[in-house]
């Protein structure tokens, strides 16, 4: 699959997923701009696969307000001709605990970033691609939207209104030659995992979690590297609305 004259926006694209991401699309010839609140690091990420031979470059965004994703939009387009591929994978969550315990700051945060941020994304986005007559969005959501469990109910939630959003807009959008879909990843070694894990990250509190999944292992920014670069394909031109887990089996 190459993307070589493509041009992608990879939201939280200076570690975790978005880096693996960003990695994978600038390989195969794709322009990459990370958007990440992180400057050092999204810095750091952009030297480091544009010295690998990628066209890379970075700007700090707050997903959730219009203002910054508004300005990363412009200068995707400003600086590489274009864009093609919008990947949102920017997210956070609460602590792993009681439903009843998360405070409504921590309530508000979690979809303020992980839902807000897809409301501007199609407000700053979708316009542009339906123009142009096609576009790819891919919004990177979670396993726990199709099958929650205790102690995430609240983030479970905004990734599950993220996958409804991401097979709304891919009915409204379709008929302008733009697909939309999502992948739902376990949970993964990321920064965010003793979050998830609701404990110390232990080799002994990582296997009663890894007990759940059938692969037998943990979410790699790999996998989910894969995954995106696959449905940001030409090879994908045929699926919309699709939201594809990359789960090791977890929710067989």
């Not at 939201?11 to 997923?17: E, I, L, N, W, Y």
């Not at 910054?68 to 920017?90: E, H, K, M, R, S």
């Amino acid at each position: 699959m190459s993307f070589k004259g493509k041009v992608a926006i990879v939201t939280g694209g200076a570690s975790g997923f978005g880096a693996a991401i960003a990695k994978r699309l600038s390989q195969d010839g794709c322009a990459v701009m990370l958007a990440d609140l992180n400057e050092d690091l999204a810095k750091q990420t952009a030297q480091q696969l544009s010295q690998a031979g990628g066209r890379v470059d970075w700007r700090k965004c707050d997903v959730a307000l219009h203002h910054d994703y508004q300005a990363v939009v412009d200068a995707t387009q400003a600086t590489f001709g274009g864009l093609d591929i919008v990947v949102n994978n920017a997210g956070t969550t609460h602590h792993n605990k009681p439903a009843l315990s998360v405070t409504e700051d921590e309530f508000d945060f979690v979809f303020r970033v992980n839902l807000k941020s897809i409301f501007w994304s199609a407000q700053c986005v979708l316009p542009c691609f339906a123009t142009q007559g096609h576009g790819v969005m891919i919004n990177v959501a979670s396993t726990t939207g199709v099958r929650p469990g205790p102690g995430l109910t609240w983030y479970s939630s905004s990734k599950a209104a993220m996958i409804n959003v991401t097979k709304g807009l891919a009915l409204e959008f379709a008929k302008s030659g733009v697909r939309i879909n999502a992948v739902n990843p376990m949970i993964g070694e990321t920064p965010l995992m003793a979050s998830f894990m609701g404990m110390e990250d232990t080799p002994a509190n990582r296997e009663k979690f890894l007990a759940r999944i059938p692969l037998g292992r943990f979410t790699r920014p790999d996998d989910v590297a894969g995954a995106v670069k696959f449905l940001a394909s030409d090879d994908a031109s045929f699926m919309t609305g699709v939201c594809l887990d990359v789960d090791g089996g977890r929710n067989i």
